[in-house]
C-alpha cells in the first residue's frame, strides 16, 4: 500500500497550476443532481502508521479461509518469492509504452521472452502481450478469425467456454452487425460433435473451445480440429487454467489455428480478480492479423542485439480506426512476472507443478466419491477441476465449510448444472487439507441423513 501525503501548500499549488481554487471547481461538467453535497464518511486525516492500523482493524472482518479448492478461472498456485524481488530491478522502469526502443530496452526484452514462453507452451508460432484477460483474448482470437477467413462471418463456441468469456464475446460482437455468434450444445461435460458438424458450414469462420473447458474437462482437441478444417473452419483452443500446459498437449501440436486464454497462474495471485494476463498466439501465416504488440528481435549497427517493435501498421497509434484492434495496453507487469516465473521453473518445473495439480485432483475426487452424497454426472478426462453432483443440501454443506475456514467449489446451479460443484485442487493443498474437507464433509452427511 502506498502512502503518498500532501501538504496544503501543495495542494494550493496544484490547482493554482490547473487554475482553479478548489477541487470541486474541476467537477463543473457534472450535473449538480449527481453531486453528494456532503462530505465522504471518512476518518479525519492520520498518519501514515494509524492508517495502517485502521486497515489492519478492516482486515479482521474478512472470511480468513486456511485452505480453498475454488478454481473456475482464478487459480492459486504457489509464487516464488524471488519473483516480487526481480519487479523492482530498474530495468523495468522504461517507458510504460515502448514506442522509442532507444530507451525501453528492459521492457521489449523481457516481452520478447514472454511471447517466446507462450509460444512453446502453445505449440505456435506468434504471440503478443497486449490482452487484458482470457475473455478479451477470445474476443480478439475471433474476430482475427474473422477477418483472416474472408467472407466468413460465423463463430461457432462451445457451450463448455467460460461462461465470462462467452458473454466478453457476445458484448464485443455486438457492435459488429454482420457477425454472428453461434453456440454449440456440450454433452457429458464436452462439444457435442454432432451438434458441431450439424452447425458448421461455408459461412463459419472458427470454432472455440475449451482446453481444458469451463468444466475442468479436456476436450479433444484433434478430433475436434479434424471437424473444423473439412469445412475449412479454424480452431481456437481456450485454456483458462495456464498451468495445465505443463500436464496436456500444447495445442497447436494437435489441430488448433491458434490458441488463447488465461495466463496469470504464471506468477500472479487472484488479488481478489485481476489483474489477469490474457495471451494469443497463432500461427505464422496469421501474423499481420494479430492485434496489440509483438516485439522483435534485431541488431544495431554496431551488432549488438537489440529489440523493437515489429509489425506495428496493426495498432491504434498509426491505423487508427482501420486498426486491428484498440487495445491500448500490454499487461506488461503482469507478463514480466509469468515471464520470470517460467524461467525459475523451466520446462522441468512447470511439469512438475502440474503433475502435482493432477494428481492432488485426482486423489480430491477419489475422496469426494467415497462420501454417500456425492456422485459424477459424466467422467471425462480432466486436468485440476472436475464436477460432482451433490445429492444434499448445498447451502448446509457450504455453511459448514466456510465455519471450518475451508473454501469450497463453484456452486454450478446458476449456470445450468443444479446442485453440482465444480472443484479445484492445485499443489498448494496438501493431503491433510483435503482429508479436513472430507472430515467436515462426511460430518454434514451423518447429521442431515
Request: proline share 4%; with cysteine.
Amino acid at each position: 500500500m502506498r502512502y503518498l501525503p500532501t501538504a496544503s501548500a501543495e495542494d494550493r499549488a496544484l490547482l493554482g497550476a490547473i487554475g482553479v481554487t478548489r477541487a470541486e471547481d474541476l467537477l463543473t461538467g457534472v450535473p449538480e443532481h449527481l453531486k453528494l453535497h456532503r462530505p465522504l464518511e471518512l476518518p479525519p486525516t492520520s498518519s501514515e502508521l494509524e492508517v495502517l492500523r485502521e486497515m489492519e482493524i478492516l482486515a479482521k472482518l474478512n472470511t480468513r479461509f486456511t485452505t480453498g479448492f475454488l478454481g473456475a478461472g482464478a487459480y492459486a498456485h504457489f509464487i516464488p518469492s524471488a519473483i516480487d524481488q526481480q519487479i523492482l530491478r530498474q530495468e523495468w522502469f522504461t517507458a510504460y509504452t515502448p514506442y522509442q526502443p532507444e530507451i525501453s530496452q528492459g521492457t521489449l526484452q523481457h516481452i520478447f521472452e514472454y511471447q517466446t514462453l507462450i509460444c512453446d507452451l502453445t505449440g505456435l508460432d506468434v504471440t503478443n502481450a497486449s490482452l487484458y484477460d482470457g475473455g478479451t483474448s477470445c474476443l480478439e482470437a475471433a474476430l482475427m478469425a474473422v477477418r483472416v477467413q474472408k467472407k466468413r462471418d460465423k463463430v461457432l463456441v462451445s457451450a463448455g467456454l467460460h461462461p465470462h468469456y462467452l458473454a466478453v464475446m457476445r458484448t464485443g460482437f455486438e457492435a459488429h452487425e454482420s457477425l454472428e455468434l453461434v453456440e454449440v450444445a456440450a454433452v457429458d461435460g464436452v462439444t457435442d460433435l454432432m451438434d458441431l458438424a450439424a452447425k458448421l458450414d461455408e459461412t463459419v469462420a472458427a470454432v472455440l473451445v475449451g482446453y481444458p473447458n469451463f468444466l475442468g474437462a479436456v476436450e479433444d482437441l484433434k478430433a475436434l480440429s479434424d471437424l473444423a478444417h473439412s469445412k475449412g473452419a479454424l480452431l481456437i483452443s481456450v485454456t483458462q487454467e495456464a498451468m495445465a500446459f505443463g500436464w496436456l498437449q500444447a495445442p497447436g501440436k494437435v489441430g488448433a489455428d491458434m490458441a488463447c486464454g488465461e495466463a496469470m497462474s504464471f506468477g500472479n495471485s487472484p488479488n481478489f480478480g485481476g489483474p489477469y494476463l490474457g495471451f494469443l498466439a497463432v500461427k505464422d501465416a496469421f501474423k499481420r492479423e494479430i492485434p496489440g504488440r509483438v516485439v522483435g528481435q534485431t541488431q544495431d549497427l554496431d551488432g549488438r542485439t537489440g529489440y523493437v517493435l515489429t509489425l506495428t501498421a496493426r495498432e491504434q497509434h498509426i491505423r487508427r480506426d482501420k486498426a486491428t484492434s484498440n487495445i491500448c495496453s500490454n499487461q506488461g507487469l503482469v507478463a514480466l512476472r509469468a515471464n520470470i516465473f517460467l524461467q525459475l521453473a523451466g520446462p522441468e518445473g512447470i511439469k512438475g507443478l502440474a503433475e502435482q495439480n493432477a494428481a492432488k485432483a485426482q486423489y480430491l475426487r477419489e475422496r469426494l466419491l467415497e462420501l454417500p452424497d456425492w456422485d459424477a454426472p459424466f467422467d471425462v478426462p480432466f486436468f485440476n477441476e472436475f464436477v460432482l453432483h451433490h445429492t444434499g443440501d448445498l447451502k448446509t454443506m457450504n455453511e459448514a465449510l466456510i465455519a471450518e475456514g475451508i473454501l469450497p467449489g463453484l456452486d454450478l446451479t446458476p449456470y445450468g448444472h443444479k446442485n453440482c460443484i465444480l472443484w479445484c485442487a492445485t499443489e498448494l493443498n496438501t493431503r491433510t487439507q483435503i482429508e479436513h474437507l472430507i472430515e467436515v464433509l462426511a460430518r454434514v452427511a451423518s447429521v442431515v441423513g
